[in-house]
């Protein structure tokens, strides 16, 4: 659906995106991780066109996005409304944006404010900072873009508001399948959403996978220190911890049915590493190893 | 519906509110010009003069019409363009429907202005004796109204194209553009100052020499020209430009 090749984009002399290669395919949901100044923002803003690339392609459907209205109008993205509009009401920028996006969705769009409780006869500036961000979540929903793009979606959100945004998320995605990239930090909320993570470290896409994929492969080891030292020799480490003649080791890789019974069989614990620490572990500068 | 017809139904949305606002207070405005002008003319005088006599009241709305089209220059690149293009608008979308709200806007502007200024003849001529009524532009009153209205427009079309570029440049450069505004008129005043008069004096001989021979269409030709001309430097500005 989406194909980024050797994207690269730096503001001044500042690296903020280097060779970017990345597939993104139809009715998936991606979650899109890296730390604070990875690039992801800037990523996003590239694949909707919003910022003028350095150097790379990026083709929607076989198309060239730049400039192209086609791939363009099939895609929103969702970022925290420009300043400039702040002394807009709420129920203005909603029809503006049912005028701009293609498959608006009105009926949903009533059913999302009810849901939300959203007074949309406010202006902008006077809502609250969770209450700005479901504007932008009800238009990313309504719009029924076929590539919908969250951009920090759940900024200034309640516990509440999140789970019913990730609730009406998949109610939606399981009628109306469309691609849904979400850039977020609270991964192990919404690591149940995501069917593929792509991880963006230093400038780079490090990391590409199904979320299975990555639960299959990411496994923390703890028991004794030599047994556990034995099993996880040439294997690819994400941490090393040791409480005395204990060893707690992450590792990165496949296991069989066959090598989890025997290091069971040699009193070693297998767990499997939640993906927010798996993030942090890949984050960390270990990845270079992992991949 | 395609992209650029839904980004003009956008730029609508927006305008019409905008104009909508703008022209009730100016005709507020003028209702209050005429009821002053009835009741208070010999302690109170409003309007436009020639000679010490009041020719007409609605002419005074051209200035506010001009820092509309100023204001709205900047304001559709400030405001529209980052929503437009966070709503999945390209830039030359985007750039179409602002030629094309440009067009509207000096057309509707224009016809608004040249109503008033007809009713205005009539209003005026009964509250002041001997009005002389300006804007006589041929002898056939349908034609003459055209014209009235081809000149309006063509003025407010060079209006908006000019502060099209103003507009564009705030929003790439924001406050350096108008720093670097400023030097350049301040440093071109001292240092090129004859030169500059000397260009101005160019354009009035262009002026003068088209006169006798495009008549009432020399402003109109001149406008749509330098408009032509504004609005193709404007993309060549604008097409790369980043949210």
Not at chain 1, 188 to 214: G, H, P, Q, R
Request: glycine share 6%.
């Amino acid at each position: 659906m989406l194909e980024i090749k050797g994207l690269n984009k730096s503001f001044g002399s500042n690296l903020v995106l280097k060779d970017i290669n990345l597939d993104i395919e139809g009715n998936k949901i991606y979650g899109l991780l890296g730390r604070n100044g990875a690039g992801k923002t800037t990523l996003l803003n590239l694949i909707s066109s919003q910022l003028i690339r350095n150097s790379g392609d990026i083709k929607y459907q076989g198309e060239e996005i730049f400039e192209n209205s086609k791939a363009i109008e099939d895609m929103c993205l969702v970022k925290p409304l420009p300043e400039s509009s702040k002394d807009k009401k709420v129920r203005d920028i909603f029809t503006m944006a049912r005028l701009m996006y293609k498959n608006w969705d009105e009926s949903y769009k009533e059913q999302l404010i009810s849901e939300f409780n959203l007074n949309t006869n406010k202006r902008l500036q006077k809502l609250s900072a969770g209450n700005k961000t479901i504007v932008g979540l009800i238009i990313g929903l309504a719009s029924r873009a076929k590539l919908t793009i969250f951009d920090e979606p759940t900024l200034g959100l309640d516990a509440a508001m999140r789970y019913m945004f990730y609730n009406s998320l998949l109610k939606d995605y399981e009628t109306n399948p469309r691609t849904v990239i979400i850039s977020t930090h609270l991964i192990d909320e919404l690591a149940n959403l995501f069917e593929e993570v792509i991880i963006l470290n230093s400038n780079m896409i490090t990391l590409k996978d199904e979320v299975s994929n990555l639960r299959e492969r990411s496994y923390f080891l703890s028991g004794n220190g030599d047994i556990v030292n034995e099993i996880v020799k040439n294997r690819k480490i994400l941490y090393r911890e040791e409480l005395g003649s204990t060893m707690i080791v992450g590792i990165y890789d496949n296991l069989s049915e066959n090598e989890k019974r025997e290091i069971r069989s040699r009193n070693i614990e297998i767990s499997t590493i939640p993906l927010q620490k798996l993030f942090v572990f890949l984050t960390e500068g270990t990845l270079g190893e992992v991949m | 519906m395609d992209a650029t017809s839904r980004i003009l139904r956008f730029q609508l949305f927006n305008f019409k509110k905008t104009a909508s606002v703008f022209w009730t207070i100016l005709l507020i405005l003028n209702i209050i010009g005429y009821v002053i002008t009835k009741f208070f003319y010999s302690k109170i005088q409003i309007g436009i003069f020639h000679n010490g006599q009041l020719v007409s009241i609605t002419g005074s709305n051209i200035m506010p019409i001009l820092i509309f089209f100023i204001i709205y220059g900047i304001v559709i690149y400030h405001e529209n363009f980052r929503l437009a293009l966070n709503f999945g608008a390209t830039r030359r979308d985007f750039y179409k429907s602002v030629l094309a709200m440009n067009l509207i806007a000096s057309f509707t502007f224009a016809v608004i202005q040249a109503i008033l200024q007809v009713i205005d003849k009539l209003f005026v001529n009964k509250m002041v004796v001997n009005s002389v009524i300006s804007f006589q532009l041929n002898s056939n009153p349908i034609v003459n109204f055209l014209m009235i209205i081809l000149v309006f427009m063509s003025i407010l079309l060079f209006t908006a194209s000019f502060m099209n570029i103003i507009g564009i440049l705030q929003y790439r450069y924001g406050y350096k553009f108008w720093i670097g505004l400023g030097i350049l008129i301040f440093g071109s005043s001292i240092f090129m100052g004859v030169r500059i008069v000397q260009l101005f004096l160019r354009f009035t001989d262009l002026f003068l020499y088209l006169l006798p021979r495009l008549g009432v269409f020399t402003i109109p030709t001149l406008a749509i020209l330098a408009s032509t001309i504004f609005y193709v430097i404007g993309y060549s500005l604008f097409r790369k430009v980043s949210c």
